[in-house]
């Protein structure tokens, strides 16, 4: 768990730094500019703007039920950022697993992708596709839930 907010908090230690540098310097008002895009940059990179992450298992459950694509995703990857932010809300339809939280998701990820954990992995119809395109993504969901 803390893994997944090592960068956010890194960010935010930062931005305190930099925004406490401005404010020393007599520059109140970069300081609190530093701070707040240190600290949108620190929310940009952690888990809430993913949804809750389920288990591999449980994404591979809901994924066979319902037919929407799972995702395997880590915090502070920018291809995973991309894809989440491009898909916008039709992201919330996808099944979202980060990987660093579970074992069994990061070993599924390694097998799709010759032994790396390269995310995002995203995984329609039981066959792997490495970080595929938005648009293509947004595609593969069931009409019914588009």
Known sequence: MMRAWKLPLVLVLCGAAV???QAFGGSPGAAVLYLL???GLAGVH???VFPKSPGAREAQRRSAADGRPVVYWRPGCRYCLRLRLRLGRTARQLHWVDIWRDPEAAALVRAANGGD???PTVVV???PHTNPDPAWVREQLPA???
Do not use: D, I, K
């Open 19 to 21: 925004a406490g540098g």
């Open 37 to 39: 895009l240190f600290a």
């Open 117 to 119: 954990e390269t995310v």
């Open 125 to 127: 119809n039981g066959r």
């Open 46 to 48: 952690s888990p809430l």
């Open 144 to 146: 019914a839930t588009t």
